[in-house]
């Protein structure tokens, strides 16, 4: 069997080969593992393929011979670099990191483990997650499989681009102000933000705990809902983990609505920074949902568009907190000098990389004596206005859409020294964290960029809990641009 073809197959397809004995998962592992080889040096979607992924896949062949059965079982899926895997390094692509190796498995990797699924590597991405084009790596950038001139998105780039590039039929990402939902549009692929507390958070390497969520990257959003109903469930182990019971009484009784309102923030999706044609796209998207018995009705939320400047002080904020465990003592990088002052200062300074620095400075700042009242806690009641924007707006709508990014993907280099610029790129995602809810980027076609094809995304959010809801019009967008 020809190998890309191999890896361009769905995993029910793949699933089906191996129950009817045509494929093992040993082969499988190895066809993607050529594709990486041949491939990934012009994309660096990896930043560690592991040396035992032949022997798991080994073992899940061990375990369906005896009867084993499982969506997941023997499929590969890649990892983003701030996920632990217990005995392996887990860096969020920092110096400072660059040799930690983790001691424990992160619930969703555990989960993973338990479903059979064969884990093949370590994604790059943007150092601790900050970032929104993969560009913030200390080991270098990961370019765009559709045009490798420019960025696949961040900080999940390199998750993004290792299912786009069919290095991996499925991965995992952590989504903080978009880092799942964006880089999937810029790369053409399926991304779910899920509710907050819907996915144990623990063994994610934390960057705003508040807004931090793991989710999965896909083809479809089939195997998006796939992935997402293995690593979902309560975790008595994290404080912000949803028990079951809590989900059940969020969710009611309410099925999925055969015809759905669809909500559009006309104000937020047709202003200036929306390029024309990611508007113009997304108006015939909206057409298409119509015509298929869908209604589309305006809806406000008033405080959406403060959502970036609440972001960049309630995420700076967490981020000065979470990074003050990397001291140089404890575990990672440790740069020697006279005192523990000195230790702080030479291991940070030689560790961290520039963006990474420029967010604990402004979360110090912005929590420091005589400012917190000023910022932060003006900022966090602009978080609860959000919510409760959202919260009225689902009164009336069962779901509310925005394009996923308001741009396809820039080049390489464009956005870099311009830092407000590289967060406006987050426009449409940041309010989904600071409410908590639910969203899925699907593909909306593609737009021309210099000749170049460049996928973007259609941006679908949801109540709390409601996923159901947005993998049942993620289908539908999909059927929209099947032939595409």
Same mark, same amino acid.
């Given at each position: ?10 995993? /029910?397809?793949?699933? @089906?080969? @191996?129950?009817?004995?045509? &494929? ?7 066809? =993607? ?23 798991? $896949? ?25 996920? &632990? ?15 930690? !190796?983790? +001691? ?5 990797? #555990? ?13 790059? @991405? ?34 993004? $681009?290792?299912? $786009? $590039? ?75 983990? &949803? ?10 009784? %309410?099925? !999925?609505?055969? %015809? ?38 305006? !809806? /406000? ?39 523990? !002052?000195?230790?702080? +200062? ?7 990389? #520039? ?8 979360? +110090? ?9 000023? =910022? ?15 919260? %009225? ?28 610029? @590289? ?49 049942? &019009? ?11």
């Amino acid at each position: 069997m020809d190998t890309q073809k191999i890896t361009q197959k769905s995993v /029910a397809e793949l699933q @089906m080969l @191996m129950e009817q004995g045509e &494929l093992t998962s040993e082969a499988l592992v190895f066809a =993607y593992l050529e594709e990486i080889k041949k491939r990934d040096g012009d994309i660096h979607a990896f930043l560690e393929v592991y040396d035992d992924a032949l022997a798991q $896949a080994k073992d899940t062949d061990t375990r369906r011979a005896k009867g084993e059965k499982g969506a997941l079982l023997g499929i590969p899926v890649a990892l983003k670099d701030n996920l &632990l895997m217990k005995g392996k390094i887990a860096s969020s692509a920092s110096k400072i990191l660059e040799h930690y !190796v983790a +001691t424990y498995d992160a619930e969703v990797v #555990k989960r993973l483990k338990d479903a059979g699924a064969v884990l093949i590597g370590r994604t790059n @991405m943007d150092e601790f997650a900050f970032g929104s084009s993969t560009e913030n790596s200390a080991f270098g950038p990961t370019k765009n499989p559709h045009d490798t001139s420019r960025v696949p998105g961040g900080s999940s780039g390199g998750s993004a $681009a290792a299912v $786009a $590039a069919d290095f991996v039929p499925l991965a995992l990402g952590s989504d903080t102000g978009g880092s799942i939902r964006q880089p999937a549009a810029l790369c053409g692929v399926v991304g779910l933000k899920p509710t907050y507390g819907a996915v144990s958070r623990r063994g994610v390497m934390a960057m705003g705990s508040s807004l931090d969520q793991i989710g999965p990257f896909a083809r479809s959003v089939e195997e998006a809902e796939v992935l997402f109903e293995v690593i979902a469930g309560y975790d008595e182990k994290d404080s912000t983990s &949803l028990p079951e019971e809590t989900r059940s009484n969020i969710r009611g009784e %309410k099925g !999925v609505p055969e %015809k759905m309102r669809i909500g559009v923030p006309e104000d937020f999706v047709y202003t200036e920074g929306v390029d024309e044609d990611v508007q113009e796209r997304f108006q015939e998207t909206l057409e298409a949902l119509k015509a298929q018995g869908n209604e589309i009705v305006p !809806v /406000a939320l008033p405080s959406a568009k403060y959502g970036l400047a609440a972001y960049y002080i309630i995420m700076p904020a967490e981020v000065s907190t979470n990074l003050a465990r990397f001291d140089g003592i404890r575990y990672g990088l440790s740069e020697d000098a006279s005192d523990s !002052v000195s230790v702080y +200062t030479k291991t940070r300074g030689k560790g961290f990389g #520039k963006e990474t620095r420029r967010r604990v400075m402004l979360g +110090t700042y912005v929590l420091s004596a005589g400012y917190y009242d000023a =910022y932060y806690n003006k900022a966090t009641k602009v978080r609860e206005s959000i919510r409760n924007d959202f919260q %009225k707006a689902f009164e009336d709508v069962d779901v509310i859409v925005t394009p996923t990014s308001p741009t396809p993907a820039f080049k390489t280099g464009e956005k870099t020294k311009d830092p407000l610029q @590289m967060y406006m790129a987050d426009i449409f995602t940041v309010p989904v964290n600071i409410a908590g809810v639910p969203a899925i980027s699907v593909p909306m076609g593609k737009v021309d960029r210099d000749g170049a094809a460049l996928p973007i995304g259609f941006h679908v959010i949801a109540p709390d809990m409601r996923e159901d809801i947005l993998f049942a &019009l993620g289908k539908d967008v999909e059927k929209i641009y099947r032939e595409e």
